[in-house]
């Protein structure tokens, strides 16, 4: 479609792009299109399949090459996500998790009053053929999902990508009605300080036994994360919740069955006490 006005401003705020494990460089490049129509430009990558930089990539880009030659590429999701305080994770299925679903329109405006709050977002799209993995799903804050033919619901990664950019540049349009999400002293947490978390307490856990029968684990991570990313907890939030788990019979990764907790036996002795406690 022609139009494209040379003298003006390129427009490059709003979330980044984050594809998983992206398969070919064409679709890289048509994604790479669809962002720079509407005022994308942060596109990353995690673990694309043929290596970047990709000459395809580019070719299909269609002079997208400031969204290009600034593509930085993650070895995990974890990374990828580290700095942003929220995400949006975009499927087509059904998930059994407690997260929030919301169409495209209703995303991009959350999106939009986050970013005039100050917040650093991100949207994750999933491989080519399957999406993403559950897991990968629980790292996120919210669900978008878009209302597709049930029968034919398969999209193009660019096509979902260029749903989700005009939902972000109209959300941006006078007709539309975007405040900020939070003030300067409620500022989520950057999802580093939240993958810490649930790595600590997922490690706490297992010490204790929490996993039971092991073959549900990864069902049972699944739930915890998915009701752990669902409330926005700020930084200090964090340090609380980390604080009672390192807390619980002093655990840490280094002394993971609680071995640090003190020697309640010798306090007990001294104080005239059996040293047992309720719970033993």
Same mark, same amino acid.
């Given at each position: 479609?022609? $139009?494209?006005?040379? #003298?003006?401003?390129? &427009?490059? =705020? ?5 594809? !998983?494990? /992206? ?107 399957? $999406?993403?993995?559950? #897991?990968?799903?629980? &790292?996120? =804050? ?5 209302? !597709?033919? /049930? ?117 007990? =002795? ?11």
């Amino acid at each position: 479609m022609a $139009g494209t006005d040379r #003298e003006q401003t390129l &427009l490059t =705020d709003g979330p980044a792009i984050i594809l !998983v494990e /992206p398969q070919l460089g064409e679709n890289i490049g048509m994604v790479a299109r669809a962002m720079a129509n509407f005022g994308l430009s942060e596109l990353r990558l995690v673990n694309p399949r043929d290596g970047w930089p990709s000459e395809k990539a580019r070719a299909t880009a269609s002079r997208a090459d400031h969204v290009i030659d600034n593509v930085a590429v993650f070895g995990d999701l974890a990374s990828a996500i580290a700095d942003l305080s929220f995400v949006f994770a975009t499927t087509a299925r059904q998930r059994d998790n407690f997260k929030p679903v919301r169409g495209p329109v209703d995303a991009g405006r959350a999106l939009r009053s986050r970013f005039l709050a100050g917040q650093k977002t991100g949207i994750l799209f999933g491989r080519e053929r399957f $999406g993403l993995f559950n #897991e990968e799903v629980g &790292l996120a =804050d919210e669900i978008v999902t878009f209302p !597709v033919n /049930p029968a034919f619901a398969s999209l193009n990664i660019a096509q979902a990508v260029l749903l989700m950019a005009y939902e972000w540049m109209k959300s941006g349009m006078e007709s539309e009605i975007a405040t900020p999400f939070s003030g300067p002293d409620v500022v989520p947490a950057e999802k580093e300080h939240l993958i810490g978390l649930l790595t600590h307490l997922e490690a706490a856990l297992s010490a204790r036994g929490y996993f039971r029968p092991a073959p549900k684990k990864p069902k049972m991570v699944d739930n915890l994360r998915a009701v752990l990313t669902r409330p926005g907890f700020t930084e200090a939030e964090i340090k609380v919740l980390r604080g009672v788990v390192a807390s619980l019979d002093y655990f840490s990764p280094k002394e993971p069955r609680g071995s640090g907790y003190p020697d309640r036996k010798a306090e007990a =002795d001294r104080a005239g006490g059996t040293g047992r406690g309720e719970h033993e």
